[in-house]
């Protein structure tokens, strides 16, 4: 199963819980992040904005394998995390990976929001 076939069985509400104010799928927001892979300069969409009760804004993957690029772009995501979270003025912000089972993507915003 691709990630694409593993996010269009993932319903919105399935994304829903208490410790969620607000999800975004980021198909039509246009949030990306510019990273650099093998010299060339690429720019990714991840796959959702999640936005916690606790104030905390959640950057959320939803990925069913690993390759280099894809954790080359969870390093320049980070990077981006910690460049916005230092700069103090955007709200706390992070970043997680759900593979499957998308079970996961609610312990991952539980999980988030406790921190």
Same mark, same amino acid.
């Given at each position: 199963?691709?990630?694409?076939?593993?996010?269009?069985?993932?319903?919105?509400?399935?994304?829903?819980?208490?410790?969620?104010?607000?999800?975004?799928?980021?198909?039509?927001?246009?949030?990306?992040?510019?990273?650099?892979?093998? &010299?060339?300069?690429?720019?990714?969409?991840?796959?959702?904005? @999640?936005?916690?009760?606790?104030? !905390?804004? /959640?950057?959320?993957? =939803?990925?069913?394998?690993?390759?280099?690029?894809?954790?080359?772009?969870?390093?320049?995501?980070?990077?981006?995390?910690?460049?916005?979270? &230092?700069?103090?003025?955007?709200?706390?912000?992070?970043?997680? @990976?759900?593979?499957?089972?998308? !079970?996961? /993507?609610?312990?991952? =915003?539980?999980?988030?929001?406790?921190?």
């Amino acid at each position: 199963m691709s990630s694409t076939e593993l996010l269009a069985q993932l319903p919105r509400s399935h994304l829903q819980c208490p410790s969620a104010r607000r999800v975004d799928k980021n198909d039509h927001i246009g949030f990306e992040i510019t990273y650099r892979f093998k &010299g060339i300069i690429h720019k990714f969409l991840p796959d959702y904005l @999640v936005r916690l009760t606790n104030g !905390k804004t /959640v950057i959320l993957e =939803v990925k069913v394998q690993d390759d280099q690029q894809q954790q080359t772009k969870r390093e320049f995501l980070s990077e981006w995390v910690r460049a916005v979270n &230092g700069h103090g003025s955007f709200g706390e912000w992070t970043a997680d @990976v759900s593979r499957p089972p998308p !079970k996961s /993507v609610l312990e991952i =915003v539980a999980k988030q929001n406790a921190s």
